[in-house]
């Protein structure tokens, strides 16, 4: 192709399998014109082959698991020519889980999700639920919650790291609840400050921080979905699913972008929903997520105040393709290596 097409200005190009890849690139180069800029993705993780491909100009090597966010924050902006790319943010990585409609299982999958998050990854994981009044997560894990997010939450200057040790209800080793229980008729006066900052605190203590996020967003939310990765608009087959998810789906993009927003059809082909065709037509797309109907299990674990994870059988095979979106990391074990990119 780039023997007759001289028009191209970059190139990305897989050399997974392949036994020599500096002799493929030998001949890619003497066709290759010296402007367009050559990008790789491969299955070798050993940072000494990543220096030897630096080495002779290529523009970008991502090994693979890749996920959306590598190629939009490592590749994309070399590719199009962004000299000056955003500042590095290690912070923890925020999954944010909206619910289309009441009782759709938003924070049933936002609890279970953080577990997966943990397992799979061996990562810390913080489930910080903004619901603080009539929030259920603490209710579904069996634990009680103090005072000490909505005080965070309406007052920073009060919020220090010690916050997280007051604040935070140990799920298991590597996953910590943040949430509150405040009365129904509590005025609260959440700041977009005090979000910030409890945020902030959370993202410099953990891997991943899964927020179960009130809908509708009231303006103090904002930050938690600008900072996300990821915002999973989570629906059932019904028709108000629909419309809000949509509706939801729109507010996202306003506020943060329409590059991180995914839609997921939760209790799917239960008895009584809208055919699959049909939500199709009105998403204008597949759902790029799905959870089937799995029965009376998720709620027998609501009401046992236990992790559905560890009585639904079949949950923890269909969170995994969520957990591989999010993460880049399959549900086995791969060979040892750790992840070098995409930190």
């Known amino acids: 192709m780039l023997e007759t097409d001289t028009d191209l200005y970059a190139l990305v190009t897989d050399i997974s399998g392949i036994d020599d890849p500096f002799t493929e690139l ?5 066709v290759c014109p010296p402007d ?4 790789l993705i491969g299955d070798n993780r050993e940072i000494i082959f990543y220096r030897e491909l630096m080495e002779i100009g290529l523009t970008e090597y ?6 959306r966010d590598m190629v939009l924050d490592q590749l994309r902006p070399k590719l199009i020519g962004d000299v000056a790319p955003a500042q590095n943010d290690r912070g923890g990585h925020v999954v944010s889980i909206c619910g289309a409609q009441g009782g759709a299982g938003a924070t049933s999958v936002a609890i279970n999700l953080a577990l997966q998050l943990a397992e799979t990854t061996k990562a810390k994981v913080a489930l910080l639920d903004l619901h603080l009044q009539g929030g259920e997560t603490a209710v579904m ?3 009680r919650p103090g005072p000490g997010l909505r005080i965070a939450l309406e007052n920073p200057m009060r919020a220090d790291t010690l916050f997280l040790e007051r604040a935070a209800i140990e799920v298991n080793d590597r996953v910590c609840l ?30 991943y921080v899964v927020v179960d996020v009130p809908v509708p967003f009231p303006a103090s939310i904002y930050p938690v979905i600008q900072m996300s990765r990821h915002v999973l608009v989570l629906l059932e087959a019904e028709v108000t699913g629909l419309r809000n998810a949509h509706a939801l789906r729109n507010a996202v993009t306003n506020i943060a972008g329409k590059d991180r927003v995914f839609t997921l059809l939760n209790r799917a082909d239960r008895a009584g929903g809208l055919p699959r065709a049909t939500i199709v037509k009105a998403l204008g797309a597949e759902p790029d997520m799905v959870i089937p109907d799995l029965g009376k299990g998720m709620t027998q674990a609501v009401n046992l105040g236990v992790p559905a994870l560890k009585h639904v059988s ?9 957990v591989r979106e999010i993460t880049g990391v399959g549900t086995k074990k791969r060979a040892g290596w750790k992840r070098w990119l995409g930190l």
């Open 62 to 67: 991502l090994p693979t698991p890749i996920t």
């Open 314 to 322: 079949g949950l923890r095979r269909h969170l995994a393709p969520i």
């Open 26 to 30: 030998e001949r890619l180069a003497s």
């Open 36 to 39: 367009v800029k050559v990008a």
């Open 141 to 143: 894990l069996g634990v």
């Open 178 to 207: 943040i949430s509150g229980d405040e009365e129904l008729d509590a005025k609260l006066d959440i700041t977009e400050a005090g979000v910030r900052h409890v945020l902030g605190l959370l993202r410099q203590r953990f891997n």
